[in-house]
């Protein structure tokens, strides 16, 4: 390898890196510090499961919409560029509006061009990734680290100017990802290295894509069991913040809890992306969705802040092991050319019909029964997705148990 292609690779890679660093910081202040800027407009809680709601909702058209436009067009970058632009414009509006029916409407279109970039910006990852030789998580944990980094600071930021501003500090992070897409390097849909009669041959025609992901039992199942833990993962998600505030918590808390959610992903992260192709996917997703539910009972218990910091560190063994897992999975059952649709199904499902179904939902129970009833209600998802990923495996192993957990060729 000439050392301009070995630095030209570690310029394509790190540029990803920094736009994933950055990306995420949006991410800290949608999911968890949006709610306050709600509570500071005067909102209440089922306003607030609404608004929340309203994203997931938007997302199953934008997310589809989005990925079929850049597999019709072969382009990441430029459509990652378009998506930002809208969040920047939607969100110098959004800083100006009061009232809930305005935020609303705003706020709709905001999600529009955000939600799909997550599944844009991992099909990016994961495609350079392989034309490098490395690891997908090298690149994604990247995004771990932002989220951690602007998690804290966020958090102590807004202590010093109040929840006023923090649509504000999302203006500033959008701007610099919007800055940071100029040195990405885009990539095709399809390898590029192969003969293009081998593409066409290969790519079912227009409109076929989604039918060809849908249309397999295996598929199903998982997106299915994937839409149940989601179901819970977003009542944590979207109520989280509300309970810390109960507690009396203040911003750098919240902060210090979703530092110790992304910081404890990390190490899980590396671990699997070097010993997880020694088990079956089915199995760890099962573990994974066994320690949702551990983790959501121990929220139901929590009534102090520093216990609800701890609980967080359970991400690791959660979160961690499930997205990792989740995203191989899928690698595995959908080909490359329906890849970025793949992706953009699997959000739909985890982020989008989930995110719908818990923002009203947990609404309703976090106003009239409580906290503790809520994550109860999470818990009970968490057990009834353990039951789908392995009863799965059950039925693919016909019904045999320890000795198919790890693959035949380690």
Known sequence: MTPGRSSGQYSDQNWLRSFMFTLFGTSVLVVSYFPLFYTHLGFTSPQIGILYSIGPLVSILSNLFWSMVSDRLGTIKKIMAILLAGQLVTALILARATDFGVVMLILSLFYFFYYPLFPLADTMAIKIAQRHGRNFITIRVFGSLGYSFFALTIGYVLKALGSSSIIAVCIVIVIIALLITIGLKDVKRTGENRPRAIDVAAEPPKGEGLRQI??????????????????????????????????????????????????????????????????????????????????????????????VVAIQAMHSVSFGIYYVTAVRYITRIIPDHLRATGMAVFTVVWSSAAGLLSGTFGGLIYEDAGRTVLYVVAMSFSLLAFIGFFSKHLVDTGFGFGRYLRRKDY
């Open 214 to 307: 849908l249309l397999k039992k295996e598929v199903l199942w998982f997106f299915s069991s994937v839409f149940v833990l989601a179901i819970g993962y977003r009542m944590n998600e979207a109520f989280l913040t509300l309970s810390l505030k109960a507690m009396n918590a203040g911003d750098e808390i919240v902060g210090w809890s979703l530092l110790a959610s992304a910081l404890s992903e990390i190490p899980v992260f590396f671990a699997l992306s070097r010993y997880g192709d020694r088990f079956k996917e089915l199995p760890l997703l099962a573990f994974a969705s066994l320690m949702f539910a551990a983790r959501f009972l121990f929220m139901a218990l929590a009534d102090e802040p520093g216990a």
